[in-house]
């Protein structure tokens, strides 16, 4: 599906306070932003930021950095973030970027968790290297992550899920506790935030998968 271009979309990234406009001037300095020495967790891929708002709102004590491609859908999380009571929290950032630059923006063991909610499944095999868990993206999040750092991965997608699975353990990351069918798992459940697609798609029935890993 095309993604519609929205054109106020790049002004009003440019001058909202929230969105970071240099990453790369922040590599090693994460924590200066947020003037705190609380963990950094981020989303890739945050879509139109349900997910992230509502972590940020529940938990004060940690830094979120959202990460988005496309400016005409972070408009979308700008907006949400300005209009539902969002703007007083201190403790949230966006940045509009492509995510294969991640090590660019942050250094090494400067992140504590990385989520990653209902990626592009990519399906076609000549572009499994595009998908945000194969070993090409393990690799970078390696360099980011502190010991003992996490993923979180969500998806209604069985054969990305399966995919995932595969590459993990692959990449040598220890994978923790995972589930075909999240809402119906009593640890992993507990405290679930749902996303936009997450949402959509149990309304349609469909289980929702969910893995954690920690890296190598």
């Known amino acids: 599906m095309r993604l519609r271009n929205i054109p106020r979309a790049e002004s009003t990234i440019q001058v909202h306070p929230a969105v970071i406009k240099r990453p790369d001037a922040q590599k090693g300095c994460w924590r200066q932003v947020f003037g705190n020495i609380n963990p950094v967790h981020i989303e890739i891929g945050m879509g139109k930021g349900s997910f992230l708002l509502n972590m940020a709102a529940m938990n004060p004590e940690i830094n979120f950095v959202g990460i988005e491609r496309y400016t005409s859908v972070l408009l979308r999380a700008v907006e949400r973030y300005d209009t539902d009571g969002f703007n007083e929290l201190q403790n949230i950032r966006f940045i509009c970027m492509d995510a294969r630059n991640i090590d660019e923006v942050f250094a090494?063991?400067?992140?504590?968790?990385?989520?990653?909610?209902?990626?592009?499944?990519?399906?076609?095999?000549?572009?499994?290297?595009?998908?945000?868990?194969?070993?090409?993206?393990?690799?970078?999040?390696?360099?980011?992550l502190a010991p003992g750092g996490q993923?979180?991965?969500?998806?209604?997608?069985?054969?990305?899920?399966?995919f995932s699975l595969e590459q993990i353990k692959e990449a040598g990351w220890t994978l923790g506790n995972y589930t075909y069918?999240?809402?119906?798992?009593?640890?992993?459940?507990?405290?679930?935030?749902?996303?936009?697609?997450?949402?959509?798609?149990?309304?349609?029935?469909?289980?929702?998968?969910?893995?954690?890993?920690?890296?190598?």
């Open 151 to 162: 993923i979180e991965f969500k998806t209604d997608n069985t054969a990305l899920f399966n």
């Open 181 to 216: 069918d999240l809402h119906h798992h009593e640890i992993l459940n507990q405290n679930n935030i749902m996303t936009e697609y997450e949402i959509k798609f149990s309304a349609k029935g469909n289980p929702i998968n969910k893995l954690i890993a920690v890296r190598k």
């Open 108 to 144: 090494n063991n400067e992140v504590e968790k990385i989520y990653l909610n209902f990626s592009d499944p990519w399906p076609k095999a000549r572009h499994a290297k595009r998908r945000l868990t194969s070993i090409d993206f393990l690799r970078r999040y390696e360099k980011i």
